[in-house]
C-alpha cells in the first residue's frame, strides 16, 4: 500500500528523486511531464462544468484541485511556481478542445503518448521504473520535480537539494555498458 498522499514536499520529492537520479532521465522530464500535463489538458477541457454560477471545465478543475494540494505540501514557493507553470499549459490547451474532434484527439492523445515515449526514454537510461509504479502520487510529484528543478538551477531551494541529495544521492549519468546488477 502508498503512503500518504499528503506528505510534506520533501518527502515526496525526496521518493520520486530516488528514481530519478540520472541527469538525462531528469532532462527528458523536462519535455515529456510538461507534454503529459499540457495533453491532459487539452482532453480534460472539453469537459464543462456549472457550479455556484460559475462555468468551468475540466481542465480548470483538476488544475484548481491540484493547486490546492501543491499549495498544502509545506514549501509554498514551489507549490505557487508548479502551479503557475501547470496554468500556463492549461491555458495552452484551452483552446485546442475547441477544434474538431479529430483536432482535439489529436493534439490531446498525441501529446500523451508522445510525452510518455519520452519518459520511459528517460527511463531507460536510468534502469528503473517511474515512481508512479509504486506510488500513484507520483504523477502529482511529477510535475513538481520537473519545476524544483529548473528551480535549483536557478539557484532556489539549496537547502531542499542538498537534502534530498542526502537522502538518495547526487545525479550522475548511468554507465550503460556496465549497468550495476
Request: hydrophobic share 55%; glycine share 10%.
Amino acid at each position: 500500500m502508498a503512503a500518504s498522499p499528503f506528505r510534506p514536499a520533501i518527502e515526496l520529492m525526496a521518493q520520486y528523486a530516488s528514481y530519478h537520479r540520472d541527469r538525462r532521465n531528469i532532462a527528458t522530464h523536462f519535455v515529456g511531464i510538461p507534454l503529459i500535463v499540457f495533453a491532459a489538458g487539452v482532453l480534460l477541457a472539453r469537459l464543462q462544468f456549472e457550479a455556484l454560477g460559475l462555468s468551468f471545465n475540466g481542465a480548470w478543475a483538476v488544475w484548481g484541485l491540484s493547486t490546492a494540494w501543491y499549495l498544502t505540501r509545506g514549501n509554498l514557493v514551489l507549490g505557487l511556481a508548479v502551479s503557475a507553470v501547470n496554468g500556463l499549459l492549461m491555458a495552452l490547451a484551452e483552446p485546442l478542445a475547441a477544434g474538431s474532434t479529430a483536432q482535439w484527439l489529436s493534439w490531446g492523445l498525441g501529446s500523451f503518448v508522445l510525452g510518455w515515449i519520452i519518459q520511459f526514454l528517460g527511463h531507460y537510461y536510468e534502469g528503473k521504473k517511474p515512481a508512479f509504479v509504486d506510488d500513484l502520487v507520483g504523477l502529482l510529484v511529477g510535475p513538481m520535480f520537473v519545476v524544483a528543478e529548473a528551480l535549483f538551477a536557478l539557484g532556489w531551494g539549496r537547502a531542499m537539494l542538498a537534502e534530498i541529495e542526502r537522502r538518495v544521492g547526487p545525479t550522475h549519468l548511468r554507465d550503460l555498458a556496465h549497468p550495476v546488477a
